[in-house]
């Protein structure tokens, strides 16, 4: 359930001095929609469920026996029940109704029992619900977290089903009834408990701890202004392996090794809740992923320099010896550091990046913590320098854009080109994509960045349009990133750039990578469509390396697979040969795969004309590299506009 609320105010009629109803653990987002069809009428005279007194008459008189035995009966259950009308009101409760929800069973009647006992937190429930009510369904039941008045939690069990002897004169009613059943769901939490942690250190699994992953790195489909946003969130991961541990289990057995695991575990449990004592804010989680492998999420994180912090103390106090039954035993530790923000981030990457920066911790010489940087291999350009310049360098216009063209396969005529955007920084010279645009995406830049690349791609997409009217127009391809369908109205940017610059929308193709389509749900995925059903082509780029997950295909808007070079470099032909038979029958199947599915198939990374000819036997529509051009300036892609077919 959701968080606590305050609980709702007493209806009209209600006695100020009687004790406030029960509140649940889900809020009520909705008064409960009066049922038209059920109207209501007066009880009859005797009713036992109406609270109206018994008739008088002859104390003998059957009738009269039967009903104050139902009521005696009734009020005396042990079993918590009430009575409700067509509209959902409680018209009569028991004692034991009263004393589960911590109140008299008078101060019940008169109360919505959806209200009372949670019924239309959820769609699905409240229409069960009311299917009861309205006699349409023989019997209800299902399971809600209620909050006692006095701070006690409880699980109930509540069951509704229709009282028979309805009439004209007497309206249908129905009988609700309520079974604590907090001892099941505690044996059941004892049970996942058992389930989700390890039964040597006492810590949460791996299971556990992916779960809690997932759920911190979830974007919400929606924000009200209640909720954080989501994009400002982060996240950061301690990721360490023992150094030697292995050594130990073989040297002095496992029973010592599972001593000095739990040892470990503890030093780990007191570092981050010190980290936790230091800085306000998310939670933190240790959780051991597996032989002698553990990890430390720390959840809306503050930055880098806590999880630095962090590190240093798993450190400092894996350092000091262990004492284990009368052995004195010392290890350290390998730590990798993650930390970036939790918007755009998956799961799967977060956990890739820890394992590269362990790796790096480990070829460092070990017993160290290591800071994932990927600007480690870029001639030392640290992130910080590249982060803190992004920004401002779009509104100086330091990025300029070079195309590559995109061949046909079968004629070698030019059909469209590829935006590629480069940095002329004033330190580092001339960057390609791959040195900021992760950066960019991290930070939120990328938004800004992207609409500036699309107008200025669309912009000359047109120019090229007006200058060759008597050749086909070229179509403009430009890569989008994911964050950008989440922080921005790309739906609305791409509209008013493609009005603003006359571009019609079939020349334009937007370009998204395997990892950020495949998976695409919610609003990512609503964007895609309007942008399909607009008349803009959509492409996976780098298909292949990702995902791979063919079931998105027919369900996904995208008309166009671009083939990751990785599988076009098996085409390299050397005196006849090729070295990868296995890339050139996965090739053919994708194609075949694409073209049965309504999509064409784009082969990046041509490099010799083998490569190109093979491709071309197999059905590739278009082709990119360095065959046929690299990026270059725009006045030079107008030179190749309606000229002889490109070499391939």
């Known amino acids: 359930m959701s968080g606590t609320s305050e609980g709702l105010s007493a209806p009209a009629g209600t006695a100020s001095g009687a004790p406030p109803a029960p509140v649940t653990e889900r809020h009520t987002t909705a008064m409960d929609p009066p049922v038209a069809d059920a109207p209501v009428t007066a009880p009859s005279p ?31 259950a042990a079993l918590p029940m009430g009575v409700v009308d067509g509209r959902g009101h409680v018209v009569r409760a028991n004692e034991a109704l009263g004393g589960l929800l911590g ?48 701070g006690r939690a409880l699980w109930a ?62 974007t919400p489909p929606y924000q009200d202004d209640t909720m954080p946003p989501r994009q400002h969130a982060r996240i950061g991961l301690c990721y360490l392996d023992l150094d030697g541990f292995k050594a130990i289990n073989d040297t002095l057995g496992h029973r010592t090794g599972d001593r000095l695991l739990a040892a470990v575990a503890a030093r780990l449990t007191n570092c981050a809740e010190n980290d936790a004592s230091r800085h306000a804010g998310g939670s933190r989680l240790v959780a051991r992923l597996g032989g002698d492998e553990f990890a430390i999420l720390v959840e809306d994180s503050t930055g880098t320099e806590e999880l630095t912090e962090l590190a240093r103390s798993v450190l400092a106090a894996l350092q000091q010896p262990f004492d284990l039954a009368g052995q004195r035993l010392s290890v350290s530790a390998s730590i990798g550091v993650v930390e970036r923000t939790a918007a755009g981030t998956s799961p799967t990457g977060l956990m890739q990046a820890a394992d590269t920066t362990l790796y790096w911790a480990k070829a460092d010489g070990k017993a160290r913590w290591t800071l994932f940087d990927p600007e480690r291999n870029a001639h030392r350009m640290t992130r910080q320098s590249l982060s803190s310049t992004l920004r401002p360098a779009v509104e100086r216009g330091e990025f300029t854009l070079e195309y590559q063209p995109l061949v ?11 935006a590629l955007v480069r940095w002329n920084h004033p330190q580092f010279g001339v960057l390609p994509p791959n040195r900021f645009v992760q950066i960019a995406e991290e930070d939120g830049s990328i938004v800004q960045l992207g609409r500036w690349v699309l107008r200025t791609a669309c912009r000359q997409a047109r120019r090229w349009q007006l200058d060759h009217p008597d050749d086909p127009p070229l179509f403009i391809s430009v890569n989008v990133a994911v964050r950008q369908v989440w922080d921005s109205d790309l739906v609305a940017d791409v509209a008013e750039i493609l009005a603003e610059t006359g571009l019609a929308p079939g020349l334009l193709q937007l370009e998204l990578t395997e990892s950020a389509v495949m998976g695409s749900g919610g609003r990512p995925l609503r964007a ?106 725009p006045e030079q892609i107008a030179g190749l506009i309606g000229s002889r077919p490109l070499e391939g």
């Open 46 to 76: 005797g009713d036992p469920a109406a609270g109206a007194p018994p008739p008088t008459g002859d104390g003998d008189d059957p009738t009269a026996l039967e009903l104050r035995d139902c009521r005696a009966a009734f009020n005396a």
């Open 408 to 418: 046909g396969m079968a004629d070698g005529v030019l059909r469209g080109v590829e």
């Open 528 to 633: 895609l469509q309007a942008l399909s059903d607009m008349g803009v082509r959509i492409a996976i780029d780098d298909f292949g390396t990702g995902y791979s997950n063919l079931a998105y295909l027919s369900r996904l808007p995208v008309s166009v697979l671009k083939l990751d070079g990785a599988f076009v470099k098996g085409f390299r032909y050397e005196d006849g040969t090729h070295p990868s038979p296995a890339d050139e029958t996965i090739v053919e199947a994708m194609v075949q795969l694409a073209h049965r599915l309504g999509l064409t198939v784009t082969a990046e990374c041509v490099e010799t004309a083998g490569q190109a000819e093979r491709l071309r036997r197999i059905g590739c529509d278009t082709g990119q590299g360095w065959l046929y051009s690299r990026a270059v300036a």
């Open 103 to 150: 109140t008299a069973a008078a101060v019940l009647v008169g109360r919505r029992a959806s209200e009372l006992l949670d019924l239309a937190s959820d769609d699905r429930t409240w229409h069960a619900y009311r299917e009861v009510l309205l006699g349409r369904r023989s019997r209800f039941r299902c399971t809600r977290r209620l909050k006692h008045p006095d």
């Open 157 to 218: 069990e509540i069951t509704v089903v229709p009282m028979t002897g309805a009439s004209a004169a007497e309206p249908a009613r129905v009988l609700l009834t309520v079974t604590d059943v907090s001892d099941r769901r505690e044996l059941q939490e004892r049970l996942r408990h058992l389930q989700m942690h390890d039964p040597v250190t006492r810590l949460p699994n791996r299971t556990l701890f992916f779960e809690r992953l997932a759920s911190a790195l979830e």
